[in-house]
């Protein structure tokens, strides 16, 4: 099945700066790949997805990248804010009703006023 | 993006009760929904595929006669822990596939349960 490893587990940035977060696939069939972002005691909220497509994905502040030959991809974070801080969670699964998202571990990323 | 609830949002119960929480999609029918546990400071461990009409599928080492769900409308899917016990204790959160060939996944608020 798929495993999806994600780094770093933590991540501090000044504010203003950049954040990176990257993550590796392992199923090659997996062709759908999504960021959330969860905030303290509340449920997850997709912020940016990717499809298998396309290699690079922006939404103002945020954009994901894909390598499929690789097998990974990543989250950008520019011109970061404190209200950015949160953990954020990569997933991959298939396009397909039924197929579960496989997450990784998660990224606890603060942003220093 | 489309919107799932999630009921209760908390609750607390005594050891040995059932708790049973809701999951709705608002403003789109759900013809899968997925059941996660979350425990602090971890990832989202998916327990459970609930499809309407049809019966659960579950995830290894997951206890379908302890985690009874029921997925009865294409709005509305309802995760029950029966016989509650502390190791039970959790955040569990719902979410939903806006339809058939698509993929994009709504997450609901969660719902913190603490079995005492």
């Known amino acids: 099945g798929e495993n999806v490893e994600q780094h770093p587990s933590t991540l501090s940035v000044q504010e203003g700066d950049s954040a990176v977060i990257k993550c590796t696939y392992s199923d090659s069939a997996s062709n759908y790949f999504p960021w959330y972002k969860q905030e303290l005691g509340k449920g997850p909220q997709l912020i940016i997805d990717?499809?298998?497509?396309?290699g690079e994905k922006k939404d103002q502040r945020i954009a994901v990248t894909l390598n499929k030959t690789a097998k990974h991809f990543s989250l950008h974070i520019t011109e970061t804010q404190p209200e950015d801080s949160a953990v954020y969670f990569c997933a991959a699964s298939l396009i397909s009703g039924n197929t579960p998202l496989v997450f990784g571990k998660g990224t606890r990323l603060s942003v220093i006023a | 993006g489309a919107v799932v609830s999630q009921h209760p949002s908390w609750v607390i119960c005594k050891s040995g009760t059932s708790v049973k929480i809701e999951c709705r999609s608002l403003?789109?029918?759900?013809?899968?929904m997925f059941w996660y546990r979350q425990f602090p400071k971890q990832s989202l461990m998916l327990m459970a595929t609930s499809n309407e009409g049809s019966k659960a599928t579950y995830e290894q080492g997951v206890e379908k006669d302890k985690f009874l769900i029921n997925h009865a409308s294409l709005t509305l899917s309802t995760l029950t822990v029966t016989s509650a016990h502390p190791e039970d204790s959790s955040f569990y959160i719902c979410?939903?596939?806006?339809?058939?060939?698509?993929?994009?996944?709504?997450f609901g608020p969660g719902t913190r349960l603490t079995v005492l």
């Open positions: 979410s939903a596939r806006t339809g058939l060939i698509t993929d994009t996944q709504y």
């Open positions: 990717i499809r298998s497509n396309v």
């Open positions: 403003d789109f029918q759900a013809t899968t």
